[in-house]
């Protein structure tokens, strides 16, 4: 039995009640209509797996009915069955990306092969979702510990102030040396300006944490403010010089997945700066190209391996020593480029001057389309 949601559309009822029959020797919950409008309605609440539909019905053609459901953001296969074969039919098909088509009369063994295939399909989906979900969870809690790290790091100086702040007042309070009018004050607010840097910093590595996507309206440059927040005390650590270039490019996308990859890349550029002797720069370029906001990120400290370079994005390869890296990173910075952020991601290693003096690194290139939002209120 096929645990699948199965919509079957078709005017002629006799038809139906055979179609009907048979699927639901195989399949888990079969619905049948043989009025489009109604079954419009309820595919709704349904919310099925995949829809077999007639194309020629009185009133709403499959493919009307098919629009509709499209236009309700409801994004479910579905196979057309026609008894003719007009061109006209093939190009709305696809447009509307109508995943098969079946000749009139409907050979069953031959649609049920195909429901077959498209569960199968989903099964497939269904465990690579499964290890990908594995591998999310382990970069993002490789990312928790670096990010904790770079807190402890950032915090050392705020408290350091607190500290003597405070025990400058309670000395000067025994000894009765503090001026209230003057002292005292500036001393209290070198306090509340360390608590909010400090809140400040626990606020963006909180939301960078949050499991939950939100898909937001953003700026670039607020977005490398939190990166920069999460990142600095790091580079400070290391002596990393960290150079931005970027064009205040407004983008619609999920802020949060973006600031991932982001950090993701500047991890393994820092990991591979701290070995050499020389300078170490992190380049961030951040540009408009023909409707795409282009994200370069590249450093000094060498290149990739050309061995590693070609398959620096797949799962477990890591470019780093054998030792050192997982590879879980990258292969989760395309992911998220590509499926969630709907982009682009790749690679390459460049020769680039600076300051008169010419460097080798690895540059990394993410394209996204800043042209047309998902979101319809901004």
């Known amino acids: 039995m096929l645990e699948l949601k199965l919509v079957v559309v078709e005017d002629d009822e006799v038809l139906l009640k055979r179609i009907t029959r048979i699927l639901k020797r195989e399949i888990a919950e079969v619905y049948s209509f043989s009025n489009p409008d109604e079954a419009l309605e309820k595919i709704l609440e349904i919310n099925p797996d995949i829809i077999v539909s007639d194309i020629h019905m009185p009133g709403m053609s499959g493919l009307e009915m098919y629009k ?23 190009i709305e098909a696809i447009k509307l990306k109508v995943k ?15 429901i ?41 100086q705020p408290l350091n102030t607190i500290s003597l702040s405070a025990s400058t007042i309670q000395v000067a309070k025994e000894m009765k040396t503090i001026d209230y009018e003057k002292d005292l004050d500036e001393y209290l ?53 960290l150079i931005k270039n970027i064009q205040n490019t407004h983008l619609c996308n999920y802020q949060n997945e973006l600031l991932q ?84 991601i790749n690679v390459t290693n460049s020769n680039f001057i600076y300051n008169n003096k010419e460097y080798y690194g690895a540059e990394f290139t993410i394209r996204l389309n800043s042209l047309v939002g998902k979101l319809t209120d901004t």
Request: with cysteine; aromatic share 8%; hydrophobic share 35%.
């Open 68 to 90: 509709k459901i499209k236009d309700k953001n409801l994004d479910v296969p579905i196979i057309m069955a026609s008894a003719f074969s007009e061109p006209k039919y093939f």
């Open 100 to 114: 098969n088509f079946i000749v009139k009369p409907i050979d069953i063994d031959n649609l049920l092969n195909e």
């Open 116 to 156: 077959r295939q498209f569960n199968k399909e989903i099964e497939e989906k269904k465990e690579l979702s499964k290890k990908e979900k594995v591998l999310r969870i382990q970069s993002k809690m490789a990312a928790m510990g670096e990010m904790l790290g770079n807190i402890a790091h950032q915090w050392k």
């Open 189 to 241: 607010d070198n306090i509340m300006n360390s608590v909010d840097y400090m809140n400040t910093t626990m606020s963006d590595f909180q939301n960078y944490l949050k499991p939950n996507k939100l898909e937001s309206c953003f700026y670039l440059e607020d977005t490398m403010k939190k990166v920069e927040n999460l990142i600095i005390a790091q580079c400070k650590a290391y002596d990393i010089t």
């Open 261 to 344: 990859v982001i950090l993701n890349i500047i991890k393994n550029a820092t990991d591979e700066l701290i070995k050499i002797k020389t300078e170490k720069y992190i380049f961030i370029d951040i540009t408009e190209e023909d409707g795409e906001t282009v994200i370069k990120i590249k450093d000094n400290a060498g290149g990739i391996k050309q061995k590693n370079i070609d398959s620096i994005f797949e799962a477990y390869v890591s470019g780093k020593e054998e030792t050192e890296g997982t590879g879980i990173g990258l292969y989760m910075s395309k992911q998220i480029v590509e499926n969630s952020l709907e982009g682009k």
